[in-house]
């Protein structure tokens, strides 16, 4: 594979995203495909060799280059013209790796074409939540993988990272936060719940449903294309090689009534017939799901310790074993008989329970009854009269003690027949180097106001002078122990009149670097009414004997007044301020720190205004 080189498009071979001389580092592109394709690896390398380089790229490929550059970047990888695609080799050596290329880059800019930038992400019907990117099946690895990740708009201005924005993010894509925030490990989740994750995403191949996912679950297989469902088939019988976790059999529909259509059979009746009905086979079906969507209701499932498998099933837990064979899945699962509608039927107790702790099982139908007894194929099963179906079954652990004593280890053979269906350039200023001030600070912490929050205090009736520094992303305030306090210190206006010189404010916002607290330095407070003297000015008066603001006794008693954000519930904090309320909340835009280096505390400021109805 190739990284690309933003100074003039020349694309440079590359072994593996660990492969880069020490200290040079990549950025990487996370974007949605567009449906008339992209400018592929041997168009560009095309245009290199007539010298046109970057000039006669496609757009997104030339601005994305001088995105990257402007953020100190001189190697950019983008999938879709860093793999020669012409070589199946290549293709699925680039498949089985993409994962590790995210994880390894050291920043992920995620393109969202269809997103503006002054629009609150968080509104309940924004282009942010109706993004394309978010329901294709490859870019949930891409998501997952960064350990930074930034949201760029259409017009390359950020909207937010993946930790900034982790509760939203969260909310319309089912991923934990602690995941997005790598606060837990991805194994620690169950294959039932990661599967979930991409249920309602979609691929443009059929294929690519189970490709998507080999870094999700660790694996490595071999790609075909034209293989169609089949991949997914493949993909699942690897997992369960390698991944200690049965939830990968309990897809589909379930049956979690706390009254049971079953009957306790407390012992197997002896075989009459020779040759099984119908009613015992249905070759639609198999152990395993046809794609990740039958995850859909899934996600709720956990594996269980052994000492709880234990105590619930009165059996020492055995570990599985599982071996594929032409007839299906051979394996030893705890079996309990019962009757279902006048039909012999068992449930196969596995060690996994829901979020309410139930027991789940594997309905199990007999295939053969007197030649092959081991033999047994599941089907979907429901009431007809409630028109409900169901293959796995949610027992209570009352549910489960009346069966306990009929409950003992098999050796199966689960049938899985598996029938397949078939810009301005000044506006893309730089983030990330805008971001990092020169010079050696103690206490350094950088605040940045998105743009739509500032859209959204004009809509509220309220304005930010144009004084402010401002960049890409909207307002930015450099924090640090010499920043004097009026420099940090922000003045709400009416939208109409327009400020001037000779108005006061109607709120007073103000933040600093308190000296005295090492640990969480920033602070914030904010006062209302025109009529008070301006907060920086009530701070000043520390120093009014000439005392520098950066000794000690300069800063005002901050923990005495709760103005400490990292003491904050969830980093917000109202401020009643006379007729207005002025909500604040701080978010960190990062999760540690970036390949050893101290970074600024950086945070994402969310302000909202609301009048009170307070006399």
């Given amino acids: 594979m190739y990284l690309l080189s933003t100074e003039d498009g020349t694309l440079h071979e590359c072994s593996g995203p660990h492969a880069l001389p020490y200290g040079e580092h990549y950025a990487i592109l996370s974007h949605v495909w567009l449906e008339s394709g992209e400018q592929s690896f041997q168009e560009l390398q095309i245009l290199v060799e007539k010298d046109a380089g970057l000039d006669r790229a496609s757009p997104k490929i030339r601005d994305f280059c001088a995105f990257a550059r402007l953020e100190g970047y001189a190697w950019v990888w983008i999938d879709s013209c860093c793999i020669d695609k012409t070589s199946s080799a290549e293709l699925s050596e680039a498949i089985n790796s993409m994962f590790a290329w995210y994880a390894a880059a050291d920043v992920c800019f ?8 002054e629009e609150d992400p968080n509104a309940s019907d924004s282009q942010f939540r109706r993004s394309r990117w978010f329901t294709r099946g490859w870019t949930l690895q891409e998501l997952i993988a960064p350990q930074i ?10 909207i937010g990272t993946k930790t900034t924005l982790a509760p939203l993010v969260e909310e319309i894509t089912g991923i934990d936060r602690a995941i997005l925030t790598r606060q837990q490990k991805l194994d620690s989740v169950s294959v039932a719940r990661r599967m979930s994750w991409a249920s309602r995403r979609k691929t443009t191949r059929i294929e690519d449903k189970a490709y998507s996912l080999l870094g999700i679950f660790g694996i490595h297989m071999a790609t075909i294309y034209g293989e169609g469902e089949n991949a997914f088939l493949r993909l699942q019988e690897e997992i369960l090689k390698r991944v200690p976790d049965q939830s990968i059999l309990l897809w589909g529909p379930r049956l979690s009534d706390d009254s ?12 009459t017939a020779d040759e099984p009905t119908s009613q015992y086979w249905d070759s639609r079906l198999g152990i395993f799901a046809s794609s990740p969507a039958e995850f859909a209701s899934s996600g709720d499932l956990h594996p269980m310790s052994p000492a709880r498998f234990s105590t619930l099933t009165g059996l020492d837990f055995e570990l599985p074993e599982y071996t594929i064979t032409s007839y299906g899945l051979r394996t030893r699962f705890p079996l309990v008989p019962v009757l279902y509608s006048s039909t012999l039927t068992h449930l196969a107790i596995l060690g996994c329970e829901d979020s309410k702790r139930r027991i789940l099982a594997l309905l199990l139908f007999p295939r053969y009854k007197r030649a092959l007894r081991s033999l047994f194929s599941h089907r979907t099963e429901g009431p007809e009269a ?7 079954v949610s027992l209570t652990v009352s549910h489960l003690c009346r069966l306990l004593g009929s409950i003992n280890y098999a050796d199966v053979c689960v049938l899985h027949q598996y029938v397949p269906t078939l810009h301005k350039q000044k506006d893309r200023l730089t983030m990330l180097a805008e971001l990092r001030p020169k010079g050696p600070y103690r206490h350094l912490s950088v605040v940045v106001i998105p743009k739509w929050v500032i859209s959204g205090l004009s809509s509220s009736g309220l304005i930010l002078p144009d004084t402010y520094a401002r960049f890409a992303a909207g307002i930015k305030l450099t924090l640090t122990e010499r920043t004097p306090l009026s420099e940090t210190t922000l003045h709400l206006y009416p939208t109409s009149p327009r400020p001037s010189a000779s108005r006061l404010p109607l709120l007073e916002l103000s933040m600093w670097a308190c000296e005295r607290c090492k640990e969480s330095p920033l602070c914030a407070s904010a006062i209302g009414s025109p009529h008070k003297k301006p907060f920086h000015a009530m701070v000043h008066k520390f120093t009014e004997r000439g005392v520098s603001l950066r000794e000690p006794e300069a800063s005002p008693c901050c923990s005495e007044r709760s103005w400490h954000v990292d003491t904050w519930a969830d980093g917000s904090r109202v401020f009643p301020c006379g007729e207005w309320d002025l909500s604040l909340m701080f978010s960190p835009w990062m999760a540690g720190e970036n390949h050893g280096t101290p970074v600024p505390r950086i945070y994402s400021l969310i302000i909202k205004a609301v009048q009170n109805t307070r006399s």
């Fill in 110 to 117: 995620a393109y969202l074409a269809d997103v503006g930038d």
């Fill in 260 to 271: 049971l259509p079953f009957q306790h059979h407390p012992k197997i009746p002896p075989s």
């Fill in 386 to 392: 409630e028109g409900a179906s169901f293959r796995t």
């Fill in 149 to 158: 990740l930034f949201f760029i708009s259409r017009d390359w201005s950020l």
